[in-house]
């Protein structure tokens, strides 16, 4: 083979192994029916919380959060400002978004830190009750073993996740703010979750 060929060859390699890093788990098949019927629990927290270092980011607990939601869809981000805190998304709903009568018809997908839905002629539930009923969180993992935990969650999963809504800041000025709200939307109305547990809902 010559050096061409072996260029090429590598190329592939190098995309297949990254294909293969970077892939998302597959879905679960889920028939019709509420699988999480319950909106998320949350215990606003007070000032003069105690920081937690987490890296070079300190973490300010805004409020205790737990849900057992079903995991519409995941991402994975590596290159982005906040892949280094936040490695990963989750798409979450719960009530009528957990059912997948309602979740085929809408177009739901992930990227640049978002979660959009599309529908193609009428929404199959009101809309408002979709910003309601859902949401996208940057998930942190507290240790190894919630990260290796939250890479065994699947789409299509109910999960449980417990932890704590911060505001994140950096020395250099950059920081995150979780929201603390279910009923916003657009920029800023995503959940920042430290996660201190994460498991499937069997």
Known sequence: MNRQ?????????????????TR?????????????????????????????????????PLAEFRT???????????????????????????????????????????????FTYHWADQPPIPPDEIVRSATNVHLIPADAAVSAALARLRAGDVVRLEGLLVEAHRNDGWHWRSSLSREDSGAGACELLLVQHAAAVR
């Not at 260029?7 to 890093?21: P, R």
């Not at 994975?76 to 998304?89: E, I, K, V, W």
Request: hydrophobic share 45%; with cysteine.
């Open 5 to 21: 060929g072996w260029f090429v060859l590598a190329i592939c390699v190098v995309g297949a192994l990254w294909h293969w890093h």
């Open 68 to 114: 057992e939601s079903r995991l519409l869809s995941r991402l994975s981000y590596r290159t982005d400002a906040g892949a280094d805190l936040s490695p990963l998304d989750f798409a979450l709903g719960w009530g009528r978004m957990s059912d997948t009568a309602v979740i085929e018809q809408l177009n739901v997908q992930q990227g640049a830190r978002f």
């Open 24 to 60: 998302e788990p597959s879905p679960v098949l889920r028939g019709p029916g509420v699988l999480a019927p319950q909106a998320p629990l949350q215990r606003e927290l007070g000032s003069g919380q105690k920081l937690i270092q987490h890296g070079e980011f300190e973490l300010t």
